[in-house]
C-alpha cells in the first residue's frame, strides 16, 4: 500500500462504498459521475475517468493536488475529466469537504424540466439540511466552460441542478454524509415530481420557512452556501 493510500484509508474505503451505493441506487450509470473528498489543503480523493462506479475498488481512487496534479495513482488511472469543477468549488468555498457529481433520475429530470420547482421550499429536512437546489446553465461537459458555470451560484448554494445534465451535492462532512444528503434531494425530488402529477404541490409558506430558520438558530447550525455569505435561511426562499 502507498504511503498516501494509508494516511487517508478509512477516507478512502469510504469512497469506494459511496460510488458503490450510487452505483447500486443507479443515481450513476455507465462510466457516469464522479465523486471526491477534500482530505487536506493539497489532498483530494477523486474517482477516476471512464469506470463504472460500481467497480471502482481501493487502487482506484486516485490523490490529486489542488493544482490537479496526480499525486497518487494506481494501474495508470487518471482523474475523472470534471476534475475542473471539483477542485475549483474547493477553492472558491473552503468550507467544503465533500461533493458528488452524479444523474439520478428525478433530480436530472428537474434539470431537464423546471428546475425552478426546486429552489422552493417543500419539504423540512432538505431545506433545513440543503437548502433550496441552484441551477448551473448547461456547458460543454468536461469544459473548463461547464467549471465556469458554477461561479454565480457558488458561494449561496449547497446544491445545484446543472441544466440538460445532472446534479451536484456539497457537503461540509465526507462522502457517507454527502452521499445521504444527494439521497435526501432525490426522494424530495421524487415526492415533488408525484405531487405535481396527482394535482399540484404546496409549498412551505414563508412564516414555515422562518420557523425552519429559527431552528437552524436553536441548533447553532449552519446555513447553507460559504460562511457569512447567507444571512438567513428565508432569504433563500
Known amino acids: 500500500m502507498h504511503t498516501l493510500q494509508k494516511q487517508f484509508e478509512r477516507e478512502i474505503n469510504e469512497t469506494v462504498e459511496a460510488c458503490g451505493a450510487a452505483a447500486l441506487r443507479q443515481y450513476v450509470t455507465s462510466q457516469g459521475g464522479n465523486l471526491s473528498w477534500r482530505v487536506g489543503p493539497d489532498r483530494v480523493l477523486i474517482t477516476p475517468t471512464k469506470m463504472n462506479k460500481g467497480k471502482i ?7 490529486v493536488g489542488a493544482d490537479s496534479r496526480v499525486l497518487f495513482a ?10 475542473r469543477i471539483h477542485l ?6 473552503p468550507d467544503i469537504v465533500s461533493i458528488i457529481h452524479a444523474h439520478p433520475t428525478w433530480l436530472t429530470a428537474f434539470a431537464l424540466s423546471k428546475p425552478e420547482l426546486l429552489q422552493m421550499p417543500w419539504l423540512p429536512e432538505p431545506v433545513i439540511e440543503v437548502g433550496p437546489v441552484a441551477l448551473t446553465e448547461y456547458a460543454q461537459p468536461l469544459t473548463e466552460d461547464l467549471a465556469r458555470k458554477f461561479d454565480p451560484v457558488i458561494m449561496r448554494h449547497n446544491a445545484f441542478l446543472m441544466r440538460n445534465h445532472g446534479a451536484v451535492v456539497l457537503c461540509r462532512e465526507g462522502l457517507s454524509r454527502c452521499f445521504e444528503l444527494l439521497e435526501m434531494l432525490e426522494t424530495s425530488a421524487k415526492s415533488v415530481a408525484i405531487a405535481q402529477m396527482i394535482g399540484g404541490a404546496t409549498p412551505l409558506s414563508r412564516e414555515a420557512v422562518k420557523g425552519l430558520a429559527e431552528t437552524l438558530r436553536a441548533r447553532n447550525a449552519r446555513l447553507p452556501g460559504a460562511p457569512g455569505e447567507v444571512k438567513d435561511l428565508a432569504d433563500l426562499y
Open 57 to 63: 475498488r481501493f487502487d482506484d481512487v486516485l490523490i
Open 74 to 83: 494506481a494501474e495508470k488511472r487518471e482523474p475523472t475529466g470534471e476534475v
Open 88 to 93: 475549483g468549488i474547493y477553492a472558491k468555498r
